[in-house]
């Protein structure tokens, strides 16, 4: 069962003004599912993309780049089952024969339309199906289709991911509404995750580039289920500039810090959601560092205990052997760490243990004390290096039997 995380309902979502949303059942890989969802966005709406680092990145990605590099979108396409990755020049065949079709449904070029895959990879894509699909998409084409592709372009979830928010910019109120997905193959970078958040701002592209990218470095980007990175990660942001307020074109100015507030808190709100339905979870975890040289090493010692197989089956049984965490913060490549200067202390929302300074265990720590901690289903582990000012935060869950079982059959 996902950690505290609850499905979101229809009145939850709040349609954003030029964005219109419709699913089908397209028989991708299985029969009487929805796995396919259409986005049509308005003439002059703004698009940015964060995609996976994965040199093996799936074919649709590879058009996304070239096609939000021409600006001007007008769709996005998605669907579920089958990744269309590691299929060489015919997924790509594959991948632009989809945005020819929805081009021709929506009357806009195949260069206007972004699409996006997940699922199995290494299989080719059931382009036929998917085209085939697309008119039941087009015809069901809606302002409050949201929740219906929230859930249509889910893989492993257990949970649909969905959140809307409303903010005032300059006498305006913007609406915001964001769909995520993913449980499992997740890592930063980004992972088995697709996010979408559109919003009716006006607003630069310069600086929607900027914020697309930063939101992503504080959310998706901070999240780890597996380790493992995808082939078909994606995060666009859209901004239809529908609200009515003045073009927010000033990095400094209260209009954009009021926008960049609500997308980033949006965007770490769907990459939680993620962590919280990671495949077979009971424990959510936040591993904040601080007191580094950097980000950069503070995001490497996050990492390190977040991603350990033995962290994580610790947090899973509530076994308080807290010397894997010393263990991977020892591993994490920080070759002058003065051990002696670490403090770490673990925690929940009654309370905070410290469990080791001074190169070792804390003279006060009792192991009945990190017992009780550990059987909280939301635990904070905080380290602090010693050696700076910098600090970062990174979100993860525990590994469980079900996440073996989940991807050992996630074919069947």
């Known amino acids: 069962m996902p950690v505290n995380l609850t499905a979101p309902q229809p009145s939850d979502l709040i349609p954003v003004p030029g964005v219109r949303v419709g699913v089908a059942e397209a028989g991708i890989r299985k029969a009487n599912r929805r796995d396919l969802t259409l986005i049509e966005l308005a003439a002059g709406s703004r698009v940015a993309g964060v995609f996976t680092l994965n040199r093996f990145c799936a074919a649709p990605v590879q058009l996304c780049k070239q096609h939000i590099a021409g600006g001007d979108v007008r769709a996005l396409v998605i669907n579920t089952g089958v990744a269309n990755a590691g299929t060489g020049e015919q997924g790509l065949a594959d991948a ?102 559109a919003c009716d701002a006006a607003v630069s592209q310069a600086l929607l580039d900027a914020l697309t990218k930063e939101a992503a470095d504080l959310s998706f980007n901070s999240i780890t289920v597996d380790g493992d990175t995808s082939t078909n990660d994606s995060f666009i942001v859209v901004a239809t500039g529908q609200a009515g307020n003045a073009e927010i074109a000033d990095p400094l100015g209260p209009d954009f810090h009021a926008l960049r507030a609500a997308v980033i808190d949006v965007s770490i709100r769907l990459a939680q959601a993620i962590v919280r339905d990671g495949e077979g979870a009971t424990k959510f975890m936040t591993i904040a560092v601080e007191g580094g040289l950097d980000i950069v090493e503070c995001r490497k010692v996050a990492y390190a205990i977040g991603q350990s197989p033995l962290v994580k089956t610790a947090f899973f049984a509530s ?71 910098a600090r970062a935060t990174v979100w993860t869950c525990d590994f469980s039997y079900d996440y073996v079982k989940i991807n050992a059959d996630y074919r069947s």
């Open 96 to 197: 632009y024969a989809t945005c020819v079709a929805v081009g021709r449904a929506l009357g806009v070029a195949p260069e206007q339309v972004l699409p996006f895959s997940t699922g199995v990879i290494l299989e080719p894509l059931p382009v036929d199906r998917l085209i085939a699909g697309l008119p039941a998409a087009h015809a069901d084409l809606r302002e409050d289709g949201w929740f219906d592709a929230a859930h249509a372009i889910m893989t492993t979830d257990t949970l649909a991911k969905a959140v809307s928010r409303q903010v005032e910019i300059g006498g305006r109120t913007v609406t915001l509404t964001g769909l995520s997905k993913g449980a499992g193959m997740i890592k930063p970078n980004m992972a088995t995750m697709l996010g979408f958040l």
């Open 319 to 389: 076994d308080p052997n807290l010397g894997r965490i010393l263990a991977a913060i020892g591993y994490a490549g920080l070759q002058d760490l003065d051990v002696g200067r670490l403090r770490v202390w673990l925690g929940s929302a009654a309370e905070e243990v410290l469990v080791a300074e001074l190169g070792g265990r804390a003279p006060t720590y009792r192991e009945e004390d990190g017992a009780r901690v550990m059987k909280e289903a939301e635990i904070t582990v905080r380290v602090d290096l010693g050696r700076g000012r």
